[in-house]
């Protein structure tokens, strides 16, 4: 079964962060900024690793809060981009 | 024991602290910062490498670029040029001051400068830590980091950002530092795979990040070189780009082996009687 993009952004974060927790702790909508202390040299991390994983480039104006907000938010514009 | 100097550098004077062990062994090497937020970032990781291998006799000088920190100049001032000419400064003044064998070892910006100074001249070793192979992509990743910026203050970016073609006047803003657009457009055409299959001294690549295996572009870099460097990497978060204090041994224990074998180096060179 093919790893669901939540999963691979967990895996991201974890490992790019080098937080102490597994991905799987991770819940959809855990609000990241607040809860994992992601300020924005981390965020950086983040959006990084996402364009790499996915081979996606984020365009000026999707840079938003909302978007970066929680695992789903992130997840429904990678889907947005791949289409 | 370290000593505060000052040395002249095309007209300016520019600040510099000398790290020294007790018994130096006459070889010593150039810190070359990384690039604005980064340097300010990678401070304490440059001073704790400059200690620790001061502590094994090597001369490590750690100093501010002209237009940066207690240097003279104003920031625009700054350019990856005029940082070349600063670099070369302090080398020379290691040389005059009884550093026999003298290396560079630069981080980001100051690892591609390192890179680019050892590839055409005289340079005994360079040891560069994750450099910037490519400075349209540096640029490319500086305009994003100054979109997040503007995203946490702002709730959203503002499309067309400063640092592009948005932006006007010969000031520009790069990872919000003020420099010129030519400094801006000299760092963009940065590219250390068209320095054309460069002759190196023994150099030293190290990536630093949460993987172990290799990036393409730093195995590109090296299998451009001749000699390739030696290549490695540490799993460390990247110092130069966080808000508080990382634990750098595993970049002081990767740099001080290669500097071992590069003294044992030398040391063979130097015991071999000169051929009649």
Same mark, same amino acid.
């Given at each position: 079964?093919?790893?669901?993009?939540?999963?691979?952004?967990?895996?991201?974060?974890?490992?790019?962060?080098?937080?102490?927790?597994?991905?799987?702790?991770?819940?959809?909508?855990?609000?990241?900024?607040?809860?994992?202390?992601?300020?924005?040299?981390?965020?950086?991390?983040?959006?990084?690793?996402?364009?790499?994983?996915?081979?996606?480039?984020?365009?000026?104006?999707?840079?938003?809060?909302?978007?970066?907000?929680?695992?789903?938010?992130?997840?429904?514009?990678?889907?947005?981009?791949?289409? | 024991?370290?000593?505060?100097?000052? +040395?002249?550098?095309? *007209?300016?004077?520019?600040?510099?602290?000398?790290? #020294?062990?007790?018994?130096?062994?006459?070889?010593? !090497?150039?810190?070359?910062? @990384?690039? %604005?937020?980064?340097a300010k970032s990678a401070y304490r990781t440059y +001073?704790?490498?400059?200690?620790?291998?001061?502590? /094994?006799?090597?001369? $490590?000088?750690?100093?501010?670029?002209?237009?940066? %920190?207690?240097?003279?100049? *104003? !920031?625009?001032?700054?350019?990856?040029?005029?940082?070349?000419?600063?670099?070369?400064?302090?080398?020379?003044?290691?040389?005059?001051?009884?550093?026999?064998?003298?290396?560079?070892?630069?981080? %980001?910006?100051?690892?591609?400068?390192? !890179?680019?100074?050892?590839?055409?001249?005289?340079?005994?070793?360079?040891?560069?830590?994750?450099?910037?192979?490519? %400075?349209?992509? +540096?640029? /490319?990743?500086?305009?994003?980091?100054?979109?997040?910026?503007?995203?946490?203050?702002?709730?959203?970016?503002? /499309?067309?950002?400063?640092?592009?073609?948005?932006?006007? *006047?010969?000031?520009?803003?790069?990872?919000?530092?003020?420099?010129?657009?030519?400094?801006?457009?000299?760092?963009?055409?940065?590219?250390?795979l068209e320095l054309q299959a460069p002759t190196m001294?023994?150099?030293?690549?190290?990536?630093?990040?949460?993987?172990?295996?290799?990036?393409?572009?730093?195995?590109?870099?090296?299998?451009?070189?001749? @000699?390739? @460097?030696?290549?490695?990497?540490? $799993?460390?978060?990247? !110092?130069?780009?966080?808000?508080?204090? $990382? #634990?750098?041994?595993?970049?002081?224990?990767?740099?001080?082996?290669?500097?071992?074998?590069?003294?044992?180096? +030398?040391?063979?060179?130097?015991?071999? @009687?000169?051929?009649?």
């Amino acid at each position: 079964m093919a790893e669901r993009i939540e999963d691979k952004i967990k895996a991201m974060i974890v490992e790019r962060l080098f937080l102490n927790v597994a991905p799987g702790d991770i819940a959809d909508d855990d609000p990241l900024m607040t809860k994992y202390e992601i300020d924005s040299v981390r965020l950086f991390e983040i959006v990084i690793g996402i364009e790499e994983i996915f081979g996606i480039t984020f365009e000026d104006e999707e840079f938003s809060l909302e978007a970066f907000e929680t695992v789903a938010a992130i997840s429904s514009v990678v889907r947005n981009k791949l289409g | 024991m370290r000593q505060i100097i000052r +040395f002249q550098s095309s *007209g300016k004077r520019l600040y510099g602290v000398l790290h #020294n062990g007790e018994q130096p062994l006459g070889c010593g !090497f150039v810190m070359c910062a @990384p690039f %604005g937020e980064e340097a300010k970032s990678a401070y304490r990781t440059y +001073f704790e490498m400059a200690e620790i291998a001061a502590a /094994k006799g090597w001369s $490590v000088l750690r100093f501010d670029y002209r237009g940066t %920190g207690n240097s003279e100049g *104003g !920031f625009d001032e700054f350019s990856p040029s005029a940082a070349l000419a600063d670099i070369r400064s302090a080398m020379e003044w290691l040389r005059l001051n009884r550093v026999r064998r003298v290396g560079l070892l630069g981080l %980001g910006l100051g690892a591609t400068l390192a !890179f680019e100074l050892a590839a055409a001249e005289s340079c005994d070793f360079m040891i560069a830590w994750e450099p910037i192979v490519n %400075g349209e992509e +540096f640029h /490319k990743l500086n305009v994003k980091r100054h979109l997040l910026r503007q995203m946490l203050v702002r709730g959203k970016a503002a /499309k067309g950002s400063p640092g592009t073609a948005a932006a006007s *006047g010969d000031i520009i803003d790069l990872d919000g530092y003020p420099v010129r657009r030519s400094t801006a457009e000299e760092i963009r055409k940065l590219d250390l795979l068209e320095l054309q299959a460069p002759t190196m001294p023994p150099a030293f690549i190290l990536q630093i990040s949460f993987s172990q295996n290799l990036a393409a572009d730093l195995q590109a870099l090296a299998d451009s070189c001749h @000699p390739s @460097p030696q290549t490695a990497s540490v $799993v460390c978060e990247p !110092f130069w780009n966080r808000i508080g204090s $990382v #634990n750098c041994e595993p970049v002081y224990e990767a740099t001080m082996a290669w500097l071992d074998k590069q003294l044992d180096a +030398f040391n063979r060179a130097e015991s071999v @009687p000169p051929s009649s």
